[in-house]
C-alpha cells in the first residue's frame, strides 16, 4: 500500500505541474483553456502522449479498465493493439503514378494494355510502351521496366523482400494540386482498430491529418489525430522523455505518466491507485523490459542505418522523417504514419528532375518494407497524390537514366492513380493477392489514356477512395466484415462486394 501511496503524491504533483503550465498557458496566449489533445500539442503542452485528457470521466475510465486486460501477454510480446501497421505517402503537387511507374490498363487489369499514343500522354514514348517493352513484376505489381519509382524501390529492398510484396493500383481521379483531397484514410485505419504503444497516429506535418491531403470529415476523431514525427528527437519524444517535462522512463512509468495526465477528472485515491497500478502491471506482464527513449532513435537503430547508409538519415531531411516515422509505426510505437513530400508539381520541369523524385519516393518505399521483413512484420503502404499529370508528346528528353521520355506537361486530373503495397512475412507475393492479377488493379482507364470514371465507385470519390483502403486494411487482418462497424455509414456501403477487395488475409 505504501507504494500505491506514494504513486498517488507522484500523480498529484503531476497533476498540480500541468495545471500551472496550463495556466501559463492562458496567460501567455490570450486563448481560453485547451480542451482536445490537438489543442494541448498546439501550446507545446504535451508532445507525444497518444490520448492525455479525454472528454469524460466515463470514457477514461472505460479505456483505462479495458487497458487493464493483461490477458495472455507474455514479456516480449508485440506493442500496440497488434495491427498491421500502416503507413501512409502522401506526394503533394500531383505526381505521377500511373503509366510510367506503376502499369494501369483497361477493364482486363494491367496488362490490358492500351494504345500507344494513350500511355503517350502517362509520359511513355511507343518505343518504350509497355506493349513492346513489357513489365516488372519485382513487387508482384506490375511497374514498367524504366520506372524511377521502381528503381527507387530496388535500391533499398533484397530479393527475399520483394518476394513477399505485392499490391494494387487504383485508378482514381482527385482534384489537381491542392489540399482540399479527402485522400488520407489514417482517421479510418485507426477506426479499423490500428493503434501504438504511445500514439494511435503520426505525422510528418502539422495538420489535421499529418500531411497535406485532408482526411474525410466523417471520420476524423480528435482523440486519434496525429503526433508531430519528422526527426529523431520527435520519436523519442514519444517516450514519455524529457520532450514532455518528464524524466526518461520505462513502459511501466510512462503508462503511468498517462494516467497521471488523466487524474484530475478523479478524486477516489482507490481508483487512481487501481488505475496506476493496472497500467504498471500490464506494462511489465506485456513487456517484461524497459522502453528507454532510445529505442525510438532511428539513428541508434542497426537495421534502419544499414538501410540508410552514409549518414542518410541524419543528412537527408527526407530519408529522416522517413526513418523517424518507421521507427514508430512498424515498431508498434503509433498505429498509423503518415510521411508528406511536397513539390511534387510536376509540370514544365525537366524529366530527370521529376524523375529524381519519383527515385527518391520509391527509396522510402522500398525502405518501409525492407525494414518491416527486417523485422518479421507485416506492413502495408498506401501511396498517392492530390491529382497527377499529362505528358508533352511534343517534348522528349532523356530521364536522366538514359531512357528517352515525355516532359510532363500541365497538371491533369483525369490521369490520377493511387496505390497500396504489401509486405507479409508469410506470404509469398502471389499468396498476398485474393484474385490473381485481377485484384491488382482495381478500376481502369480507358483507350485515351484517361480514368475510366464508371470503372468503379471509387474513380470519381475520393472519400469512397479512401474507405477502399480501409476496407482492404481490414480484409489483411480477415476483418472486411467490420467495414461498416469502423466506419459507420461510408458511401461504399455496409457490405461492399468482393470485387473491391484487392488482398487475402496475411495474419
Known amino acids: 500500500m505504501a507504494k500505491y501511496r506514494e504513486q498517488y503524491r507522484r500523480a498529484q504533483e503531476a497533476h498540480q505541474q500541468m495545471e500551472q503550465r496550463i495556466e501559463e498557458s492562458c496567460r501567455r496566449t490570450g486563448h481560453g483553456r485547451p480542451v482536445t489533445r490537438r489543442e494541448f500539442l498546439g501550446r507545446g503542452l504535451i508532445a507525444g502522449t497518444s490520448t492525455v485528457l479525454l472528454p469524460s470521466l466515463g470514457m477514461m475510465v472505460n479505456r483505462a479498465h479495458a487497458a487493464c486486460e493483461i490477458g495472455d501477454a507474455v514479456a516480449g510480446g508485440p506493442l500496440g493493439a497488434g495491427k498491421i501497421p500502416f ?3 502522401d506526394q503533394g503537387g500531383g505526381a505521377n503514378i500511373a503509366g510510367s511507374n506503376i502499369m494501369v490498363g483497361g477493364a482486363g487489369g494491367q496488362t490490358d494494355f492500351l494504345p500507344d499514343d494513350a500511355y503517350e500522354t502517362l509520359g511513355l514514348p511507343s518505343a518504350i510502351s509497355p506493349s513492346n517493352v513489357g513489365v516488372n513484376t519485382d513487387f508482384g505489381l506490375a511497374m514498367h521496366p524504366n520506372s524511377a519509382l521502381l528503381r527507387g524501390m530496388q535500391d533499398k529492398t533484397s530479393a527475399a523482400t520483394r518476394a513477399n510484396v505485392n499490391g494494387t493500383i ?23 482498430g490500428a493503434n501504438g504503444e504511445f500514439v494511435v497516429s503520426t505525422g510528418t506535418r502539422n495538420s489535421e491529418s499529418g500531411g497535406r491531403s485532408r482526411a474525410p470529415d466523417y471520420m476524423i476523431s480528435a482523440e486519434l489525430g496525429p503526433t508531430r514525427v519528422s526527426n529523431r528527437n520527435e520519436a523519442v519524444g514519444l517516450s514519455g522523455g524529457e520532450a514532455d517535462g518528464f524524466p526518461s522512463a ?20 482507490t481508483a487512481t491507485e487501481e488505475l496506476i497500478q493496472c497500467g504498471y502491471d500490464k506494462s511489465l506482464a506485456t513487456f517484461g523490459s524497459p522502453i528507454l527513449p532510445s529505442d525510438l532513435d532511428p539513428e541508434a537503430d542497426a537495421i534502419l542505418t544499414n538501410i540508410f547508409p552514409n549518414g542518410e538519415i541524419s543528412n537527408d531531411g527526407d530519408f529522416r522523417k522517413a526513418a523517424a516515422t518507421m521507427k514508430v509505426i512498424v515498431n508498434g510505437f503509433g498505429g498509423v504514419g503518415t510521411m508528406e513530400y511536397g513539390g511534387r508539381d510536376y509540370h514544365q520541369n525537366p524529366r530527370p528532375e521529376t524523375d529524381g523524385k519519383d527515385f527518391k519516393i520509391g527509396q522510402i518505399l522500398g525502405a518501409s518494407l525492407e525494414y518491416a521483413a527486417q523485422l518479421n512484420k507485416p506492413l502495408m503502404v498506401y501511396l498517392f497524390s492530390d491529382g497527377a499529370v499529362v505528358a508533352d508528346r511534343n517534348n522528349p528528353e532523356d530521364d536522366g537514366n538514359g531512357t528517352t521520355k515525355f516532359r510532363w506537361r500541365s497538371d491533369n486530373s483525369q490521369r490520377a492513380s493511387s496505390a497500396i503495397f504489401v509486405y507479409s512475412p508469410n506470404n509469398t507475393a502471389a499468396a498476398i493477392m485474393r484474385n490473381g492479377a485481377a485484384s491488382q488493379q482495381l478500376g481502369a482507364f480507358k483507350t485515351d489514356g484517361t480514368i475510366d470514371t464508371n470503372s468503379s465507385p471509387y474513380a470519381n470519390s475520393v472519400v469512397t477512395l479512401a474507405e477502399l483502403v480501409v476496407l482492404n486494411y481490414l480484409a489483411l487482418h480477415g476483418e472486411a466484415g467490420n467495414f461498416a462497424g469502423a466506419l ?13 477487395i484487392a488482398f ?3 495474419v
Open 504 to 506: 487475402n488475409s496475411i
Open 250 to 269: 520505462t513502459v511501466a512509468t510512462a503508462t503511468q505518466i498517462l494516467a497521471q495526465l488523466k487524474l484530475g477528472a478523479i478524486d477516489e485515491a
Open 87 to 89: 503507413l501512409a505517402i
Open 488 to 500: 459507420g455509414n461510408p458511401t461504399l456501403g455496409a457490405n461492399p462486394g468482393m470485387e473491391h
Open 170 to 192: 487504383i485508378p482514381a481521379r482527385s482534384e489537381n494540386d491542392t489540399g482540399n483531397n479527402p485522400h488520407n484514410p489514417m482517421y479510418g485505419i485507426a477506426r479499423a
